[in-house]
Nanobody, 121 residues
């Protein structure tokens, strides 16, 4: 069983940057899809970005060109570099792992506890 722990969240001004990290307790080498979901108050959890073991990536339209997802299998860590942050990016960000690319949270087996990102002046 792989456990995921996110870090790197916090308060940032609009236009600022944050880098989220997701550290796994076990190997992520065999986990095909590693993803970052986010959930704002009163809203459904949505996929922000996903990266497969083949290093294919997918981004929700609203973050394209601003967010970059990457994975380091040797360090069992997944990252989300977030630039040009907007107030609408504020949410709890969750790291997740699953057997294939999907936009549905129910398709992911492994989840972290989440890290809060607040974008405000």
């Amino acid at each position: 069983q792989v456990q995921l722990v996110e870090s790197g969240g916090g308060l940032v001004q609009p236009g600022g940057s944050l880098r989220l990290s997701c550290a796994a307790s076990g190997s992520i080498f065999s986990i095909n899809a590693m993803a970052w979901f986010r959930q704002a108050p009163g809203r459904q959890r949505e996929l922000a970005a996903v990266i497969t073991s083949g290093i294919n990536t997918y981004y929700v339209e609203s973050v394209k060109g601003r967010f970059t997802i990457s994975r380091n299998n040797a360090k069992n860590t997944v990252y989300l570099q977030m630039n040009m942050l907007k107030p609408e990016d504020a949410a709890v960000y969750y790291c997740a792992g699953g057997p294939y690319y999907s936009t549905s949270p129910s398709d992911y087996q492994f989840w972290g506890q989440g890290t809060q990102v607040t974008v405000s002046s």
